[in-house]
């Protein structure tokens, strides 16, 4: 039993994927190239944006965005305290600080109103100033982006949207990486449109943006090309042959994964409905379902049905044990006051269950029966 079946998917999509790869291969163009261009197309027309800039990874996307939005020393980043490390990881490498925030108990996004207090804290101190919100769509689930996107226009932020997990949700109408004045996902092989390696993809409608964001990808180079080096930049692209093993994936997702998705997600809701906390997904969403993390009643309740698991060899995983205002690298970044409730209770209680699109029913069937026994 897989956590992410990957190798179901591929034989799935294998004659696709082997006779992109081959075409790769046998044009030599492993950099840039007609896929790239192709994928990029696709992505932007799907989300609705007028830009798609592939890179090497998600933590790159991440990192771009920063450097896009001119975040250094001094600055404040609102970053939800539940996340990967990679939502403001980069934005400290240039020093600015991460300020966290509390999530939602619901959706466990980023909350608006202890947002709202985070920035009103920084500007009340006077030591930082506040510069970006990074809104993370956890789980695959949308955030809140109406109320994100007033606070945002309130305290004149800028707001980029992580949808590391999210690419294929819905959010009242728009999708997931439409938000946000510059918006990033990642391609991760777990992740709901994965490569086989790394890869990641920047999205904005901003013409100028748009324009920074691929010097930056190469060396930072400018109209004369990549030996007509205008600024610092990185180098971060996405290979060819990761772009041709995501064309068909991008398709069967939204083709039909993520409709497989909801049904796997609402066989395990009936199931555990009456014994756990299943994941909310607000009115006029979609989640895409990266994971499907339900809440035990306590830390030992938790433990004791991950180790039945593990007994049975069931594969589980928890995401997040740790809320990121307690990593050691973060222990010294300002709190305000902000006891993160929501935070401390979802990571002290949260465990992940197999999902993909790809679960048969009675592999379903035998997780659900391992989880109910173990209570």
């Known amino acids: 039993m897989q956590f992410i079946d990957l190798k179901a998917q591929y034989r799935a999509l294998k004659a696709e994927i082997d006779a992109n790869i081959q075409a790769v291969l046998d044009s030599s163009v492993y950099i840039g190239g007609p896929y790239v261009k192709e994928l990029e197309q696709k992505l932007a027309a799907f989300v609705g944006r007028k830009h798609c800039i592939t890179c090497a990874n998600g933590t790159d996307a991440l990192q771009i965005a920063y450097m896009v939005a001119g975040v250094g020393a001094g600055d404040a980043v609102f970053c939800p305290d539940m996340t990967f490390i990679s939502s403001t990881e980069p934005a400290n490498m240039f020093g600015a600080t991460s ?20 920035i009103q804290a920084v500007l009340a101190e006077g030591k930082l100033t506040p510069k970006v919100v990074v809104a993370v769509d956890i789980l695959g689930n949308p955030c809140d982006y109406d109320a994100i996107n007033a606070i945002c226009e309130k305290y004149n932020l800028l707001l980029i949207e992580d949808a590391a997990q999210s690419f294929g949700a819905d959010y009242h109408g728009k999708k997931a990486c439409a938000f946000g004045k510059i918006a990033t996902t990642s391609f991760f092989p777990a992740k709901p449109l994965g490569c086989y ?39 971060s692209r996405l290979d060819a042959i990761q772009a041709a093993i995501l064309l068909p994936k991008f398709h069967a997702l939204t083709e039909r994964e993520i409709d497989a998705r909801q049904t796997v997600a609402k066989r395990y809701n009936d199931a555990f ?28 309740q938790r433990d004791k049905i991950v180790a039945h698991l593990n007994e049975k060899s069931i ?23 902000e006891t993160f409730q929501h935070a401390n209770d979802y990571c002290a209680r949260t465990f992940s269950l197999p999902m993909h699109p790809y679960m048969e029913p009675q592999e379903q069937e035998q997780i659900i029966a391992a989880v109910l026994e173990a209570l």
């Not at 300020?99 to 985070?118: G, K, M, W």
Request: glycine share 8%; proline share 8%.
């Open 273 to 300: 409905a009456s014994h756990f906390t299943v994941p909310y997904v607000a009115e006029n969403c979609v989640s895409v379902w990266a994971q499907y993390a339900l809440l035990a009643a306590d830390t030992a």
């Open 315 to 337: 594969p589980n995983m928890i995401y997040y044990p740790t809320p990121q205002h307690a990593l050691p690298v973060f222990r010294e970044e300002p709190r305000y006051g």
């Open 197 to 235: 390696g790394d890869g990641g993809a920047i999205f904005t409608d901003d013409d100028q943006m748009a324009d920074l964001i691929r010097s930056i990808c190469v060396h930072g180079k400018g109209p004369g090309g990549k030996y007509d080096n205008i600024r610092v930049g990185v180098n």
């Open 99 to 118: 300020v966290f925030c509390d999530i939602t108990p619901d959706t466990y996004c980023i909350s608006p109103s202890s947002l709202e207090r985070q």
